[in-house]
């Protein structure tokens, strides 16, 4: 079975550019989260997607972060313009039923 | 809200010697629990959770967790350390319909030969 997959794994950008990030779940798991997980930190839920509707965007910096899961399979994961504190691991995870998550490799994004 | 502090930043243990990482939690509601390991340069990997079902919680790797609601922990433990369980431990509340997932900070775990 294949896992889930992220790309790109690395980014390199300047403050104020945009970026995106793209994550493919496990074929069949209809819950899709994001994960912001900074240096030294545990990873932070930024938005959880139940096929293709939002569950929680509570912790998600909507002025420059979006997110999107057309279909209820592929989601794309934007920030536009991007800030030095935005340089992090940005981690997808994918899940059949609601407790037992399968995490991506992870894109680890530098802000310059 | 729901919150976890995991005691220890960083663990050493030698190997063949028994492993504890402590995690405590706060939560408005019954929590499902989990332990989560991450490997460097791997992705994370369930170990174990706790869904309201036994309070002794048996995991891979030989690893399990026991959940005291008056204590408000979830300790994880393993009798015998390997080399290969060397990583990063993270412990994680949600509520029980799948949502409000937080991670705490993590425990780093040394294994010593």
């Known amino acids: 079975e294949a896992g889930v997959a992220q790309s790109p794994r690395y980014k390199i950008i300047e403050k104020r550019q945009s970026v995106a990030f793209w994550c493919n779940p496990i074929?069949?798991?209809?819950?899709l989260y994001w994960y912001q997980q900074i240096l030294g930190q545990g990873p932070k839920l930024l938005i959880q997607?139940?096929?293709?509707?939002?569950?929680?965007d509570s912790q998600l910096p909507k002025d420059r972060f979006s997110a999107e899961r057309l279909k209820g399979v592929d989601s794309t994961l934007k920030i536009q313009p991007a800030k030095l504190e935005d340089s992090a691991v940005y981690l997808c995870?994918?899940?059949?039923?609601?407790?037992?998550?399968?995490f991506g490799p992870g894109t680890r994004l530098t802000v310059l | 809200a729901q919150s976890v502090t995991q005691l220890d930043s960083h663990v050493s243990v030698s190997e063949g010697t028994p492993v504890l990482l402590r995690c405590n939690y706060s939560?408005?509601?019954?929590?499902?629990l989990f332990w989560y390991v991450q490997h460097p340069n791997k992705g994370l990997q369930l170990l174990l959770k706790?869904?309201?079902?036994?309070?002794l919680v048996k995991g891979i790797n030989g690893f399990e967790a026991e959940f005291k609601k008056s204590e408000t922990s979830f300790h994880l433990t393993k009798p015998s350390a390997h080399m290969s369980d060397a990583a990063e431990y993270f412990c994680?509340?949600?509520?029980?319909?799948?949502?409000?997932?937080?991670f705490g900070p993590g425990t780093r775990l040394s294994v010593l030969p």
């Open positions: 997607f139940q096929n293709n509707g939002v569950v929680d």
């Open positions: 939560s408005s509601y019954s929590p499902s």
């Open positions: 706790y869904t309201s079902a036994a309070t």
């Open positions: 994680v509340v949600s509520d029980n319909y799948g949502q409000n997932f937080v």
């Open positions: 074929s069949g798991h209809a819950t």
């Open positions: 995870a994918s899940s059949l039923n609601i407790y037992t998550q399968y």
